[in-house]
T-cell receptor
Framework: EPEVTQTPSHQVTQMGQEVILRCVPISNHLYFYWYRQILGQKVEFLVSFYNNEISEKSEIFDDQFSVERPDGSNFTLKIRSTKLEDSAMYFC?????????????FGPGTRLTVL | LAKTTQPISMDSYEGQEVNITCSHNNIATNDYITWYQQFPSQGPRFIIQGYKTKVTNEVASLFIPADRKSSTLSLPRVSLSDTAVYYCLVGGAGNNRKLIWGLGTSLAVNP
């Protein structure tokens, strides 16, 4: 069964450093998302991406964040200058069909720890 | 986007049927109802999705009354491995379809 994959599973970084979280969505999917979940808290929407551009972003997704689909398979989230409060699980999700009710499928997540 | 309300926690025993009810009074006409399961430090896993009446798959059933202001996830004969957090989400209508998450229901299945 196709699945969303994410790398790395765990990333430790120093405050102020840049990190790139990588995702490989399900191959025929068209919509891509990043969410995050701080330990013990709700899953929070960060950004959605379709047709090579951001379609919506939350207020969490400030200028420190960016997304890219550099090739036909990868979808990346970059945090330019990490802060302590960026420590969280980051989930990538993808969805298939245009205008349908198709479900979002989530990856296993990347645990980001900012020291 | 419609807000959802579900119990914070539930307890059950192995072999029992578990029903988790979610209320979504402000659901829009074109909103679907989706349930996810999440284990600690893992990504949410899709369980079931429906629009009205009843939907059943190999793991669960989803009951939606005619007014669609609530829905009930039914897990037949739970096992210890069903201990997880269960989220009810509505909305995501349109092509963007972001998901707005609540705190979910923490289900503990006891031996």
């Amino acid at each position: 069964e196709p699945e969303v994959t994410q790398t790395p599973s765990h990333q430790v970084t120093q405050m102020g450093q840049e990190v790139i979280l990588r995702c490989v969505p399900i191959s025929n999917h068209l919509y891509f998302y990043w969410y995050r979940q701080i330990l013990g808290q709700k899953v929070e929407f960060l950004v959605s991406f379709y047709n090579n551009e951001i379609s919506e972003k939350s207020e969490i997704f400030d200028d420190q964040f960016s997304v890219e689909r550099p090739d036909g398979s990868n979808f990346t989230l970059k945090i330019r200058s990490t802060k302590l409060e960026d420590s969280a699980m980051y989930f990538c999700a993808s969805r298939g069909l245009v205008g349908s009710t198709d479900t979002q499928y989530f990856g296993p997540g990347t645990r980001l720890t900012v020291l | 986007l419609a807000k959802t309300t579900q119990p914070i926690s539930m307890d059950s025993y192995e072999g029992q049927e578990v029903n988790i009810t979610c209320s979504h009074n402000n659901i829009a006409t074109n909103d679907y109802i989706t349930w996810y399961q999440q284990f600690p430090s893992q990504g949410p896993r899709f369980i079931i999705q429906g629009y009205k009446t009843k939907v059943t798959n190999e793991v669960a059933s989803l009951f939606i009354p005619a007014d669609r202001k609530s829905s009930t996830l039914s897990l037949p004969r739970v096992s210890l491995s069903d201990t997880a957090v269960y989220y009810c989400l509505v909305g995501g209508a349109g092509n963007n379809r972001k998901l707005i998450w609540g705190l979910g229901t923490s289900l503990a299945v006891n031996p």
